[in-house]
């Protein structure tokens, strides 16, 4: 693929409901992260990956928000018991190192209602 | 606790006018600085990303700066022209293993023709 995907690229839910986010990375692109961007601010860090492990999850705001790679390129972001403040766009990024720059997908723009 | 201010918040300038845009962080322990666009309702295109051992690079008609020392980046537009408009973010990668980027809140630019 040319580029990160990211399905759905809208999600509407009720409060309490549960919701999964997906990622599709670059190719080859062993690191992933997933950031939150709410309405008139800059993207904020959710959780990274290397691999199949979260080397950092210290962006999570809760236990409610948690999020697999399971085999190292797809990842999926569930969010549980949802709240009308996870309301947001949920963006993912990959990069093929530490060193290079982050690509981003084009986000899941999530309401809670 | 790395935190990084963009200036100005919004800007409006006619086609054609020569700009810069301001980026500053707290923490000069920095790994490296992508410049973003996004464009509304859509996700992140990277611009430029600079690493902390350049002074500077260039694509097209952006040159972005960095002086780490002093905690500051600038994004320089040539000629603008209208296709310019959307909004600029400026993020950072700090040392010390963490790598996630910190964002600016951004700078929404307007090129009128």
């Known amino acids: 693929g040319a580029g990160v995907s990211q399905t759905p690229s809208n999600k509407v839910t009720e409060k309490g409901k549960y919701v999964e986010l997906r990622c599709d990375p670059i190719s080859g692109h062993t690191a992933l992260y997933w950031y939150r961007q709410s309405l008139g601010q800059g993207p904020e860090f959710l959780i990274y990956?290397?691999?199949?492990?979260?080397?950092?999850d210290s962006g999570l705001p809760n236990d409610r928000f948690f999020a697999v790679r399971p085999e190292g390129s797809v990842s999926t972001l569930k969010i549980q018991r949802t709240e009308r403040g996870d309301s947001a766009v949920y963006l993912c990024?990959?990069?093929?190192?530490?060193?290079?720059?982050?690509?981003f997908g084009p986000g899941t723009r999530l309401t809670v209602l | 606790k790395q935190e990084v201010t963009q200036i100005p918040a919004a800007l409006s300038v006619p086609e054609g006018e020569n700009l810069v845009l301001n980026c500053s962080f707290t923490?000069?322990?920095?790994?490296?600085l992508q410049w973003f666009r996004q464009d509304p309702g859509k996700g992140l295109t990277s611009l430029l990303l600079?690493?902390?051992?350049?002074r500077e690079q260039t694509s097209g008609r952006l040159n972005a700066s960095l002086d780490k020392s002093s905690g500051r980046s600038t994004l320089y537009i040539a000629a603008s022209q209208p296709g310019d408009s959307a909004t600029y973010l400026c993020?950072?990668?700090?040392?010390?293993?963490?790598?996630?980027?910190?964002f600016g809140k951004g700078t929404k630019l307007t090129v009128n023709p």
């Open positions: 990956f290397q691999g199949t492990g979260a080397a950092d």
């Open positions: 990024a990959s990069s093929s190192s530490r060193e290079n720059e982050q690509f």
């Open positions: 600079i690493q902390s051992s350049q």
């Open positions: 923490d000069s322990a920095i790994y490296n």
């Open positions: 993020a950072v990668r700090t040392q010390g293993g963490s790598e996630k980027l910190v």
